[in-house]
Protein backbone atom coordinates (compact mmCIF):
# COMPACT_ATOMS: atom_id res chain seq x y z
CA UNK A 1 0.00 0.00 0.00
CA UNK A 2 0.96 3.52 -0.62
CA UNK A 3 1.78 5.99 0.85
CA UNK A 4 1.10 6.82 4.70
CA UNK A 5 -1.19 4.08 3.94
CA UNK A 6 1.91 1.30 4.76
CA UNK A 7 3.05 3.14 8.10
CA UNK A 8 3.17 0.71 10.50
CA UNK A 9 1.44 1.01 13.98
CA UNK A 10 2.30 -0.78 17.11
CA UNK A 11 0.41 -0.02 20.64
CA UNK A 12 3.50 -2.03 21.95
CA UNK A 13 4.67 -0.44 24.91
CA UNK A 14 8.46 -0.94 23.79
CA UNK A 15 9.17 -2.00 19.90
CA UNK A 16 12.59 -2.50 17.94
CA UNK A 17 13.00 -0.59 14.83
CA UNK A 18 15.35 -1.79 12.75
CA UNK A 19 15.71 -0.10 9.10
CA UNK A 20 17.11 -1.63 6.24
CA UNK A 21 20.10 0.66 6.29
CA UNK A 22 21.20 -0.53 9.69
CA UNK A 23 21.93 -4.05 8.82
CA UNK A 24 24.22 -2.73 5.97
CA UNK A 25 25.99 -0.29 8.10
CA UNK A 26 25.69 -1.58 11.54
CA UNK A 27 26.06 1.17 13.94
CA UNK A 28 25.07 4.49 11.63
CA UNK A 29 21.57 3.03 10.95
CA UNK A 30 19.74 6.08 13.04
CA UNK A 31 21.98 8.42 11.17
CA UNK A 32 20.62 7.25 8.11
CA UNK A 33 17.14 5.86 8.92
CA UNK A 34 14.38 8.39 7.10
CA UNK A 35 11.87 7.89 9.89
CA UNK A 36 9.30 9.54 11.95
CA UNK A 37 8.49 8.25 15.19
CA UNK A 38 5.33 9.20 17.55
CA UNK A 39 4.57 8.15 21.15
CA UNK A 40 1.12 8.77 21.75
CA UNK A 41 -0.10 9.50 25.55
CA UNK A 42 -3.74 9.95 26.65
CA UNK A 43 -4.38 10.85 30.16
CA UNK A 44 -6.79 12.00 32.59
CA UNK A 45 -7.52 14.78 34.33
CA UNK A 46 -5.89 13.69 37.15
CA UNK A 47 -3.29 12.03 34.80
CA UNK A 48 -4.05 8.26 34.65
CA UNK A 49 -3.78 6.56 31.09
CA UNK A 50 -6.90 5.90 29.24
CA UNK A 51 -6.89 2.62 28.01
CA UNK A 52 -8.73 2.10 24.42
CA UNK A 53 -8.77 5.57 23.34
CA UNK A 54 -9.05 6.19 19.66
CA UNK A 55 -6.44 8.26 17.87
CA UNK A 56 -7.47 9.63 14.56
CA UNK A 57 -4.22 11.10 12.25
CA UNK A 58 -4.52 13.18 9.41
CA UNK A 59 -1.59 14.66 7.44
CA UNK A 60 1.25 14.52 4.79
CA UNK A 61 2.55 12.43 2.78
CA UNK A 62 4.70 12.05 -0.15
CA UNK A 63 1.38 12.45 -2.15
CA UNK A 64 -0.27 14.84 -0.85
CA UNK A 65 0.45 17.80 1.53
CA UNK A 66 -3.09 20.25 1.19
CA UNK A 67 -4.50 18.28 4.60
CA UNK A 68 -4.71 20.76 7.72
CA UNK A 69 -5.98 21.30 10.92
CA UNK A 70 -9.42 22.14 9.85
CA UNK A 71 -9.95 18.79 8.16
CA UNK A 72 -9.75 16.83 10.67
CA UNK A 73 -11.79 19.25 13.78
CA UNK A 74 -14.26 19.39 11.03
CA UNK A 75 -14.25 14.90 10.95
CA UNK A 76 -14.39 15.34 14.77
CA UNK A 77 -16.80 17.62 14.92
CA UNK A 78 -19.44 15.89 12.88
CA UNK A 79 -18.66 12.19 13.29
CA UNK A 80 -16.76 11.60 16.65
CA UNK A 81 -20.34 10.30 17.54
CA UNK A 82 -19.64 7.26 15.38
CA UNK A 83 -16.20 6.81 16.43
CA UNK A 84 -17.28 3.30 17.37
CA UNK A 85 -17.47 2.51 13.58
CA UNK A 86 -14.51 4.29 12.02
CA UNK A 87 -11.95 2.02 10.91
CA UNK A 88 -8.31 3.41 9.04
CA UNK A 89 -9.37 5.12 5.81
CA UNK A 90 -12.96 4.13 6.13
CA UNK A 91 -14.09 7.69 7.25
CA UNK A 92 -11.56 9.86 5.00
CA UNK A 93 -9.28 7.62 2.76
CA UNK A 94 -5.65 8.24 4.54
CA UNK A 95 -7.12 8.66 7.84
CA UNK A 96 -5.14 6.37 10.66
CA UNK A 97 -7.01 4.86 13.34
CA UNK A 98 -4.97 3.95 16.48
CA UNK A 99 -5.65 2.60 19.61
CA UNK A 100 -4.14 2.94 23.06
CA UNK A 101 -2.62 -0.14 25.34
CA UNK A 102 -3.22 -0.33 28.97
CA UNK A 103 -0.46 2.33 29.13
CA UNK A 104 -2.36 4.79 27.46
CA UNK A 105 0.26 4.80 24.87
CA UNK A 106 -0.22 4.17 20.88
CA UNK A 107 2.76 4.56 18.43
CA UNK A 108 3.01 4.83 15.01
CA UNK A 109 6.20 5.13 12.22
CA UNK A 110 6.41 6.81 9.15
CA UNK A 111 9.25 5.71 6.78
CA UNK A 112 10.56 6.75 3.47
CA UNK A 113 7.49 5.22 1.68
CA UNK A 114 5.52 7.63 3.28
CA UNK A 115 8.18 10.54 3.48
CA UNK A 116 9.60 10.51 -0.12
CA UNK A 117 11.76 13.82 -0.31
CA UNK A 118 9.53 15.56 2.28
CA UNK A 119 11.95 17.27 4.89
CA UNK A 120 9.34 17.30 7.33
CA UNK A 121 5.84 15.73 7.63
CA UNK A 122 2.60 17.78 9.06
CA UNK A 123 0.12 15.94 11.09
CA UNK A 124 -2.94 16.43 12.84
CA UNK A 125 -4.37 14.20 15.91
CA UNK A 126 -7.22 13.74 17.60
CA UNK A 127 -7.63 11.88 20.55
CA UNK A 128 -11.32 10.59 21.37
CA UNK A 129 -12.49 8.55 24.48
CA UNK A 130 -16.33 7.83 25.57
CA UNK A 131 -17.13 10.00 27.96
CA UNK A 132 -14.87 12.34 27.79
CA UNK A 133 -14.15 15.74 25.12
CA UNK A 134 -11.95 14.89 22.08
CA UNK A 135 -8.73 16.64 21.92
CA UNK A 136 -6.98 17.84 19.00
CA UNK A 137 -3.53 19.04 18.00
CA UNK A 138 -1.21 19.56 15.45
CA UNK A 139 2.14 18.93 15.05
CA UNK A 140 5.54 19.41 12.29
CA UNK A 141 8.55 16.67 12.48
CA UNK A 142 11.40 16.69 10.34
CA UNK A 143 13.00 13.98 9.06
CA UNK A 144 14.57 11.35 11.49
CA UNK A 145 13.06 12.51 14.24
CA UNK A 146 11.16 11.26 17.78
CA UNK A 147 8.46 12.64 18.80
CA UNK A 148 6.61 12.60 22.22
CA UNK A 149 2.38 13.92 22.39
CA UNK A 150 0.52 14.08 25.37
CA UNK A 151 -3.21 14.52 25.40
CA UNK A 152 -5.07 15.26 28.59
CA UNK A 153 -8.97 14.85 28.14
CA UNK A 154 -11.41 16.13 30.07
CA UNK A 155 -14.75 14.42 31.41
CA UNK A 156 -17.73 15.43 29.25
CA UNK A 157 -20.22 16.64 31.55
CA UNK A 158 -23.22 14.95 28.88
CA UNK A 159 -21.01 11.54 27.65
CA UNK A 160 -22.20 8.37 29.77
CA UNK A 161 -19.98 5.59 30.55
CA UNK A 162 -20.58 1.78 30.49
CA UNK A 163 -18.61 -0.70 32.01
CA UNK A 164 -19.10 -3.49 29.10
CA UNK A 165 -18.42 -0.74 26.59
CA UNK A 166 -15.14 0.68 28.42
CA UNK A 167 -14.47 -3.50 27.74
CA UNK A 168 -14.86 -3.22 24.48
CA UNK A 169 -12.49 -0.43 24.49
CA UNK A 170 -9.91 -2.08 26.35
CA UNK A 171 -10.39 -5.08 23.61
CA UNK A 172 -10.61 -3.40 20.25
CA UNK A 173 -7.28 -2.05 21.17
CA UNK A 174 -5.28 -5.48 22.41
CA UNK A 175 -6.87 -6.90 19.10
CA UNK A 176 -4.45 -4.40 17.22
CA UNK A 177 -1.32 -5.32 19.41
CA UNK A 178 -2.34 -8.99 19.16
CA UNK A 179 -2.07 -8.64 15.22
CA UNK A 180 1.69 -6.97 15.46
CA UNK A 181 2.40 -9.75 16.61
CA UNK A 182 2.23 -11.14 13.11
CA UNK A 183 -0.04 -14.57 11.71
CA UNK A 184 0.53 -17.29 14.25
CA UNK A 185 -1.68 -19.60 16.20
CA UNK A 186 -0.94 -17.93 19.20
CA UNK A 187 -2.46 -15.01 17.74
CA UNK A 188 -5.39 -16.72 16.47
CA UNK A 189 -6.03 -18.13 19.82
CA UNK A 190 -6.12 -14.92 21.29
CA UNK A 191 -8.17 -13.31 18.88
CA UNK A 192 -11.03 -15.80 19.41
CA UNK A 193 -10.70 -15.01 22.43
CA UNK A 194 -11.52 -11.43 22.06
CA UNK A 195 -14.34 -12.06 20.12
CA UNK A 196 -15.92 -14.60 22.05
CA UNK A 197 -15.54 -12.15 24.72
CA UNK A 198 -16.87 -9.73 22.54
CA UNK A 199 -20.01 -11.71 21.45
CA UNK A 200 -20.80 -11.69 25.30
CA UNK A 201 -20.58 -7.86 25.89
CA UNK A 202 -22.92 -7.34 22.76
CA UNK A 203 -25.48 -10.18 24.39
CA UNK A 204 -25.31 -8.75 27.73
CA UNK A 205 -25.93 -5.03 26.18
CA UNK A 206 -28.69 -6.27 23.92
CA UNK A 207 -30.30 -7.57 27.51
CA UNK A 208 -29.79 -4.05 28.85
CA UNK A 209 -31.88 -2.67 26.29
CA UNK A 210 -28.07 -0.50 25.21
CA UNK A 211 -29.01 -1.17 21.47
CA UNK A 212 -26.55 1.63 20.59
CA UNK A 213 -24.06 -0.36 22.54
CA UNK A 214 -24.93 -3.31 21.13
CA UNK A 215 -24.57 -2.74 17.68
CA UNK A 216 -21.27 -0.94 18.38
CA UNK A 217 -20.35 -4.37 19.68
CA UNK A 218 -21.82 -6.50 16.85
CA UNK A 219 -20.16 -4.15 14.71
CA UNK A 220 -16.79 -4.58 15.94
CA UNK A 221 -17.01 -8.24 16.07
CA UNK A 222 -17.93 -7.40 12.23
CA UNK A 223 -14.59 -5.98 11.90
CA UNK A 224 -12.29 -7.92 13.84
CA UNK A 225 -9.17 -9.20 13.03
CA UNK A 226 -9.35 -12.71 12.44
CA UNK A 227 -6.39 -15.54 11.67
CA UNK A 228 -7.62 -18.92 10.47
CA UNK A 229 -5.52 -21.89 11.33
CA UNK A 230 -5.70 -25.60 9.34
CA UNK A 231 -3.41 -28.78 9.78
CA UNK A 232 -1.33 -29.80 6.83
CA UNK A 233 -0.56 -33.29 5.53
CA UNK A 234 1.76 -33.70 8.40
CA UNK A 235 -0.51 -32.48 11.19
CA UNK A 236 1.60 -29.70 12.04
CA UNK A 237 -0.56 -26.32 12.13
CA UNK A 238 -0.43 -23.51 9.37
CA UNK A 239 -2.15 -20.34 8.70
CA UNK A 240 -5.31 -20.67 6.21
CA UNK A 241 -6.60 -17.40 5.86
CA UNK A 242 -6.06 -13.23 7.68
CA UNK A 243 -8.20 -11.09 7.52
CA UNK A 244 -7.48 -7.17 9.29
CA UNK A 245 -11.42 -6.29 8.64
CA UNK A 246 -14.56 -7.06 7.26
CA UNK A 247 -14.63 -9.99 5.10
CA UNK A 248 -17.85 -10.29 2.54
CA UNK A 249 -17.37 -14.04 2.42
CA UNK A 250 -17.42 -14.68 5.82
CA UNK A 251 -20.94 -15.65 6.62
CA UNK A 252 -20.44 -14.53 10.69
CA UNK A 253 -19.29 -11.23 10.10
CA UNK A 254 -22.40 -10.50 7.48
CA UNK A 255 -24.59 -11.87 10.00
CA UNK A 256 -23.02 -9.64 13.09
CA UNK A 257 -22.70 -5.98 10.84
CA UNK A 258 -26.77 -7.10 10.18
CA UNK A 259 -27.31 -7.44 13.65
CA UNK A 260 -25.71 -3.86 14.21
CA UNK A 261 -27.75 -2.12 11.57
CA UNK A 262 -30.76 -4.44 12.80
CA UNK A 263 -30.26 -2.33 16.46
CA UNK A 264 -28.82 0.84 15.92
CA UNK A 265 -30.71 3.72 17.21
CA UNK A 266 -28.41 6.72 16.87
CA UNK A 267 -25.89 6.47 13.49
CA UNK A 268 -27.73 7.49 10.24
CA UNK A 269 -24.46 6.04 8.45
CA UNK A 270 -25.30 2.20 9.59
CA UNK A 271 -28.86 3.25 8.51
CA UNK A 272 -27.12 4.33 5.09
CA UNK A 273 -25.33 1.28 4.84
CA UNK A 274 -28.10 -0.88 5.32
CA UNK A 275 -30.27 0.56 2.72
CA UNK A 276 -27.49 0.38 0.51
CA UNK A 277 -26.58 -3.59 0.70
CA UNK A 278 -30.76 -4.12 0.34
CA UNK A 279 -30.46 -2.65 -3.14
CA UNK A 280 -27.34 -3.77 -3.60
CA UNK A 281 -28.66 -7.24 -3.32
CA UNK A 282 -31.62 -6.38 -6.38
CA UNK A 283 -28.76 -5.01 -8.45
CA UNK A 284 -27.87 -1.61 -7.79
CA UNK A 285 -24.26 -1.87 -9.18
CA UNK A 286 -24.76 -3.72 -12.09
CA UNK A 287 -24.71 -1.24 -14.48
CA UNK A 288 -24.57 -2.87 -17.86
CA UNK A 289 -28.41 -1.97 -19.41
CA UNK A 290 -31.47 -0.36 -17.81
CA UNK A 291 -33.02 -3.47 -16.38
CA UNK A 292 -31.62 -1.97 -12.73
CA UNK A 293 -32.42 1.88 -13.46
CA UNK A 294 -35.37 1.53 -10.85
CA UNK A 295 -33.44 0.72 -8.17
CA UNK A 296 -30.45 2.97 -8.80
CA UNK A 297 -33.40 5.68 -9.09
CA UNK A 298 -34.56 4.42 -5.79
CA UNK A 299 -30.94 4.62 -4.27
CA UNK A 300 -30.57 8.33 -5.22
CA UNK A 301 -33.96 8.96 -3.74
CA UNK A 302 -33.45 7.80 -0.77
CA UNK A 303 -29.79 9.12 -0.29
CA UNK A 304 -31.19 12.63 -0.98
CA UNK A 305 -33.21 11.42 1.64
CA UNK A 306 -30.95 10.88 4.34
CA UNK A 307 -28.78 14.02 3.73
CA UNK A 308 -32.12 15.81 3.91
CA UNK A 309 -32.81 14.86 7.28
CA UNK A 310 -29.19 13.76 8.60
CA UNK A 311 -26.91 16.84 7.08
CA UNK A 312 -23.34 16.83 7.87
CA UNK A 313 -23.83 13.64 10.05
CA UNK A 314 -23.79 11.48 6.39
CA UNK A 315 -20.09 10.36 5.79
CA UNK A 316 -18.07 11.75 2.73
CA UNK A 317 -18.75 8.42 1.32
CA UNK A 318 -22.22 9.22 0.66
CA UNK A 319 -21.93 11.80 -1.71
CA UNK A 320 -18.95 9.75 -3.63
CA UNK A 321 -21.68 7.31 -4.16
CA UNK A 322 -24.38 9.92 -4.83
Not at 114 to 128: Q, T, Y
Not at 131 to 148: C, F, I
Not at 220 to 230: D, T
Not at 294 to 314: A, C, K, N, P, W
Request: charged share 25%; with cysteine; proline share 3%.
Amino acid sequence: MPGRLACRVCLLLVIALQPARSELWPGIGALLSDKIEYTIAVTNSQGRPIDGATIWLLGDDESRQDLKADDLERLVRRYSADADFVFANSLQFGLIVLRTDQAGVARVTFDESDIGELPSLSNHFAAIKRGYEPVLRSDVAKVDSRRKLTFVLKTSAIAKTEPLLEELDHLRALAERQVEEGAKEQTASALTQIGSRLRAIASALEAKGDADGAAAAYYNLAYLPSVEMAKDEGGNSVVRGYSRGFDERSPHRIADRARAWELNQSHPWLDFQRMRARLAAQGLMTFLGNKNSEVRRSFIDQTELFIREHGERMWPDVFTQL
